[in-house]
């Protein structure tokens, strides 16, 4: 098992996080944010917006990773830890094991696309030759929340959409 423990700090650096995944559902996409923390530092902050940047890759954890490969000019960082928002999916976790990093922290789970401890458990795998260690449900509260509030309203926007079509067509008629 590479399951660890919440350490000292956990909770601020996925605060950070938190922050960033507000920009994501500021542009209208499904609020998850990542930071990548490297001795006491965040080397790169990613926000999800696939939609907005017309990328299927373009996910909280992929952009953090990037950022902080590029500010380390490395492709790996091996001594990094990467904090997102909500249980990464199964692109993420893969690109985690590339990037090498250490250790992932994660708020929320994710009981349908999550591949860490949910529908999948990528880092568990024999055959992949690194191991990332995890920590699941840090402010987990928060990012549930969070999340739950932008489907709610998500729905609510739908609802009254189909509630004003509905009624265009009503007058269309009479
Ligand atoms: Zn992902």
């Given at each position: 098992m590479t399951e660890q423990q919440l350490e000292i700090g956990d909770e601020y650096w996925m605060g950070l996080a938190l922050e960033l995944a507000a920009r994501a559902e500021a542009l209208g996409e499904v609020p998850v944010g990542a930071v990548v923390v490297l001795d006491g530092k965040v080397i790169g902050e990613g926000w999800n917006q696939p939609i907005s940047g017309c990328d299927p890759t373009a996910h909280a954890e992929?952009?953090?990773l990037r950022a902080a490969a590029q500010h380390q000019r490395n492709y790996r960082l091996p001594?990094?830890?990467?904090?997102?928002t909500i249980e990464p999916c199964t692109m993420c976790a893969g690109a985690i094991v590339h990037s090498r990093v250490k250790r992932v922290v994660f708020a929320a789970s994710e009981p349908k696309a999550g591949a860490v401890v949910s529908s999948a458990q990528v880092f568990e795998r024999e055959d992949?030759?690194?191991?990332v260690d995890y920590t699941a449900g840090v402010c987990a509260?928060?990012?549930t929340d969070q999340i739950q509030a932008f489907f709610k309203r998500r729905r609510q926007e739908a609802k009254a959409a189909r509630k004003a079509r509905q009624e265009m067509e009503l007058n269309k008629k009479s």
């Amino acid at each position: 098992m590479t399951e660890q423990q919440l350490e000292i700090g956990d909770e601020y650096w996925m605060g950070l996080a938190l922050e960033l995944a507000a920009r994501a559902e500021a542009l209208g996409e499904v609020p998850v944010g990542a930071v990548v923390v490297l001795d006491g530092k965040v080397i790169g902050e990613g926000w999800n917006q696939p939609i907005s940047g017309c990328d299927p890759t373009a996910h909280a954890e992929i952009m953090a990773l990037r950022a902080a490969a590029q500010h380390q000019r490395n492709y790996r960082l091996p001594e990094a830890e990467l904090f997102v928002t909500i249980e990464p999916c199964t692109m993420c976790a893969g690109a985690i094991v590339h990037s090498r990093v250490k250790r992932v922290v994660f708020a929320a789970s994710e009981p349908k696309a999550g591949a860490v401890v949910s529908s999948a458990q990528v880092f568990e795998r024999e055959d992949l030759n690194h191991r990332v260690d995890y920590t699941a449900g840090v402010c987990a509260q928060q990012a549930t929340d969070q999340i739950q509030a932008f489907f709610k309203r998500r729905r609510q926007e739908a609802k009254a959409a189909r509630k004003a079509r509905q009624e265009m067509e009503l007058n269309k008629k009479s």
